[in-house]
T-cell receptor, first 112, second 119 residues
Framework: DAKTTQPNSMESNEEEPVHLPCNHS???????IHWYRQLPSQGPEYVIHGLTSNVNNRMASLAIAEDRKSSTLILHRATLRDAAVYYCILRPYAGNNRKLIWGLGTSLAVNP | NAGVTQTPKFRVLKTGQSMTLLCAQDMNHEYMYWYRQDPGMGLRLIHY???????AKGEVPDGYNVSRLKKQNFLLGLESAAPSQTSVYFC??????????????????FGPGTRLTVL
């Protein structure tokens, strides 16, 4: 199963953009790239996902490299509430949520 | 619409005691999952269910049993608790695991977690 690599921690200032990187060099052609985040003392929550094209939603944007070996989650204006652990995960097209590999993610600190 | 709820939120057990964790979802999801989360490790799948009356083993099933008698409920049981089972347990649910393309995320919805300590 393909794995992802993320920095352990990152820091940002409030109202500034944040770019959270993820490397997934062993991604297969049918793997979807998913991002979840986990706020302190809560369960993870879905943020965004994509396959090949860049994606935008109300929470964030996802930029996917042309070779799909890396991606970047973009928070356009960080708020204090965005302080969380962000997980980058690959999900096989077959839809096997049961085969998701959850790493340690990136712990994002947001300074006021 | 409560989403995914877990009962209890906290529990302390002595070694050898048994308990059941209850997960309930009101989104009519087919798939349900139980994870554990330990410091320094990512979420690990214990058991999962693809529908009412069905269960399957995940990555770390030993010491746990599960049941899915009703579509909306997924129970996790510890028959004889051990200190190694001290952890935070998360339940999750999702639509069918089959990907529906980029417009359907098949995202998992997680509960708030149960913090279990086994002494």
């Amino acid at each position: 199963d393909a794995k992802t690599t993320q920095p352990n921690s990152m820091e940002s200032n409030e109202e500034e953009p944040v770019h959270l990187p993820c490397n997934h060099s062993t991604i297969s052609g049918t793997d979807y790239i998913h991002w979840y985040r986990q706020l302190p003392s809560q369960g993870p929550e879905y943020v965004i996902h994509g396959l090949t094209s860049n994606v935008n939603n109300r929470m964030a944007s996802l930029a996917i490299a042309e070779d799909r070996k890396s991606s970047t989650l973009i928070l356009h204006r960080a708020t204090l509430r965005d302080a969380a652990v962000y997980y980058c995960i690959l999900r096989p097209y077959a839809g096997n949520n049961r085969k998701l590999i959850w790493g340690l993610g990136t712990s994002l600190a947001v300074n006021p | 619409n409560a989403g995914v709820t877990q009962t209890p939120k906290f529990r302390v057990l002595k070694t050898g005691q048994s308990m059941t964790l209850l997960c309930a979802q009101d989104m009519n999801h087919e798939y349900m999952y139980w994870y554990r989360q330990d410091p320094g490790m990512g979420l690990r799948l214990i058991h999962y269910s693809v529908g009412e009356g069905t269960t399957a083993k995940g990555e770390v099933p030993d010491g746990y049993n599960v049941s899915r008698l009703k579509k909306q409920n997924f129970l996790l049981g510890l028959e004889s608790a051990a200190p190694s089972q001290t952890s935070v347990y998360f339940c999750a649910s999702s639509y069918s695991g089959l990907a529906g393309g980029p417009t359907r995320s098949n995202e998992q919805f997680f509960g708030p977690g149960t913090r279990l300590t086994v002494l």
